[in-house]
Structures are given as structure tokens and as C-alpha cells.
């Protein structure tokens, strides 16, 4: 059973940072690209970054490219989402995704096989 479990969401007022971390059970993980995609109230779920199956490459969203850093530790199954100079627009819940088949590079949510539960992140102004 694949198991995805995000944590390290929380409140931050903007400018600050915070980091999400996603453990990953029940799937060989080193097989997997990891992503990050995030949910606002009212909202589709949107693509903010994914990761490789190696970590080598990686490929963000326009709006936090440059804010956002995507690293994987593939010896702790661990998947995580650096987040700097947090603005009130990117708050949302944040879930980490897995696909072994569809490439880092896809933006698509229902190309992506396994989910997390989510995270909060809220940034006040």
C-alpha cells in the first residue's frame, strides 16, 4: 500500500519560510518522479514543482520559480519542498505526488498516480 504523508505546513507571515517534507512508503521511490502541487479554496489544484526520479532535474511553476526549491533524499524516501519569500497568494493545501509513469514534467494532477493528504500553508500579510 503506497503511502504519501506530507507535514511541515503551518502559518508564516509573508516574507518568511517554511519547508515541506513528504515521506513515501510501499513503492520503490527511486522509480518515482515527485512533485508538489498546491490547492487554493475555490480552486483547481495547480502544479508548483516537480523532481526527477534521479533529483537531477527539476521544473517549476512560473509563480514560484526562483522562491521554491524541490530536493529529494532517495536513501529516506523523503521528498521536500524548500519554500523562501512566501506570499499570501501561495497560500493553500500543499500535496506531494508520485508517478511512475508520467514524466517530471508533467503539470497535469490526474497524470500522477499517488497522493498525499496535504498540508496547510497560510501566509498572512
Known amino acids: 500500500q503506497v503511502q504519501l504523508v506530507e507535514s511541515g505546513g503551518g502559518l508564516v507571515q509573508a516574507g518568511g519560510s517554511l519547508k515541506l517534507s513528504c515521506a513515501a512508503s510501499?513503492?520503490?521511490?527511486?522509480?518515482?518522479?515527485m512533485g508538489w502541487f498546491r490547492q487554493a479554496p475555490g480552486k483547481e489544484r495547480e502544479f508548483v514543482a516537480t523532481?526527477?526520479?534521479?533529483?537531477?532535474?527539476?521544473y517549476y511553476a512560473d509563480s514560484v520559480q526562483g522562491r521554491f526549491t524541490i530536493t529529494r533524499d532517495n536513501a529516506k524516501n523523503t521528498v521536500y519542498l524548500q519554500m523562501n519569500s512566501l506570499k499570501p497568494e501561495d497560500t493553500a493545501t500543499y500535496y506531494c505526488?508520485?508517478?511512475?509513469?508520467?514524466?517530471?514534467?508533467?503539470?497535469?494532477?490526474?497524470?500522477?498516480?499517488?497522493w498525499g493528504q496535504g498540508t496547510q500553508v497560510t501566509v498572512s500579510s
Open positions: 505526488a508520485a508517478s511512475s509513469l508520467a514524466s517530471y514534467q508533467s503539470v497535469v494532477p490526474r497524470e500522477w498516480q499517488y
Open positions: 510501499g513503492l520503490t521511490f527511486r522509480r518515482y518522479a
Open positions: 523532481n526527477s526520479r534521479t533529483g537531477e532535474s527539476t
